[in-house]
């Protein structure tokens, strides 16, 4: 839990100031939630189905908290999920955590080999599912008779 929390401050560190697609994805979140927030406008209108779970999350807390609150809300709660998972990484491949701690900002800063794509970005759907997807791989083992391989459903919903 501990070294969880100090990866969540190196995570927290290191977003501070980068951002993804937020601009893009929460203004369709809220319009999604909010038909008649911009009406007629070509780009908001569509229907996007594979962001339906991601825009009831960010465009329900869009409305609820604002654009601004939502944003780091949502982000403060990526990064500590994040954290979490790197950590059971971690623990998994039993490496040192002071090592461990200076090779996760620069592996999350630099995922992008080709095409300016990343894995560890801002928070919207291509990132969420990447969650999902190494929660899945954490929580399958040769113990659990995949038990929560229902996970693996979720990024299919979230991207």
Known sequence: MKNSLWLFILLLLAFL??????EDVFICARSFIDSTWIQNDWYLEQNISYRYLFNLIAGS?????????????????????????????????????VLYSMIIPWTVLNTSIVAGEWIFGGVDTKGLSYLCCF?????????????????????AFIS
Request: a positive charge.
């Open 61 to 97: 807390s869009y409305i609820l908290f604002g654009y601004f609150f939502s944003l780091v809300g949502l982000k403060f709660l990526y990064l500590l999920a994040w954290a979490f998972v790197f950590e059971a990484i971690r623990k998994r491949i039993n490496i040192n955590f």
């Open 135 to 155: 929660l899945v791989f954490l929580f399958i083992d040769k113990h659990t008779n995949l038990q929560h391989f229902y996970l693996v459903s979720l990024p």
């Open 17 to 22: 100031f980068k951002t993804g697609n937020e």
